[in-house]
């Protein structure tokens, strides 16, 4: 099985531009999320979906967008990249609410100049 | 807010040695807990969950352990080996979303 996969795995992009982090997942799993991860600072939620059409905030969500139009994909967009969006972006899924683990991607390095 | 604490940060052990990682967390209201493997340059890989009516899980050399009244868990590796080194973060699971902490760094020294 794929699990999560990500793409791209690395980026980087001028301030100003934009652009889309895919994530598919291949486990017909209900639950997506979004984290970033910065030096020594953990994870932290941006968005999260429990189902397809429905997404909903996490702790950081300003400056990006998602949708969940199918169950398989949870695209992120950056539509005007800042330098405070440079981070390690991570997605992730589970099956349903808090019982299952989650599974994660491996990332997607993005660097802002 | 739940705030999610984990200490140590950095941890150097010999191999062979048994060691516990601590996590605590401040709102006892969770769904579950787990403990995470980060390797450098990749994802997270899920290590063990316990629910939050669960005291213990095992897998192998590992055992967490959840005391939710006091906002405690302790994730117990055996034998450690240099394998094992990696960083370890712990998660709780409350409504629809998932609060890490910032992780604990472990060195095993072959």
């Known amino acids: 099985n794929a699990g999560v996969t990500q793409t791209p795995k690395f980026r980087i992009l001028k301030i100003g531009q934009s652009m889309t982090l895919q994530c598919t997942q291949d486990?017909?799993?209900?639950?997506m999320y979004w984290y970033r991860q910065d030096p020594g600072m953990g994870l932290k939620l941006i968005y999260y979906?429990?189902?397809?059409?429905?997404?909903d905030k996490g702790e950081v969500p300003n400056g990006y967008n998602v949708s969940r139009s199918t169950t398989e994909d949870f695209p992120l967009r950056l539509e005007l990249a800042a330098p405070s969006q440079t981070s390690v972006y991570f997605c992730?899924?589970?099956?349903?609410?808090?019982?299952?683990?989650?599974?994660f991607g491996d990332g997607t390095r993005l660097s802002i100049l | 807010k739940q705030e999610v604490t984990q200490i140590p940060a950095a941890l150097s052990v010999p191999e062979g040695e048994n060691l516990v990682l601590n996590c605590s967390f401040t709102?006892?209201?969770?769904?579950?807990l787990q403990w995470f493997r980060q390797d450098p340059g990749k994802g997270l890989t899920s290590l063990l969950l316990?629910?939050?009516?669960?005291r213990e899980q095992t897998s192998g050399r590992l055992n967490a352990s959840l005391d939710k009244s006091s906002g405690r868990s302790t994730l117990y590796i055996a034998a450690s080996q240099p394998g094992d080194s990696a960083t370890y973060l712990c998660?709780?699971?409350?409504?629809?979303?998932?609060?890490f902490g910032k992780g604990t760094r472990l060195h095993i020294l072959p």
């Open positions: 979906s429990v189902g397809a059409g429905i997404t």
């Open positions: 992730a899924s589970s099956y349903g609410r808090g019982n299952q683990p989650q599974h």
């Open positions: 316990i629910q939050s009516s669960q």
């Open positions: 486990m017909n799993h209900n639950y």
């Open positions: 709102d006892s209201a969770i769904y579950n």
């Open positions: 998660a709780v699971s409350e409504d629809d979303k998932i609060i």
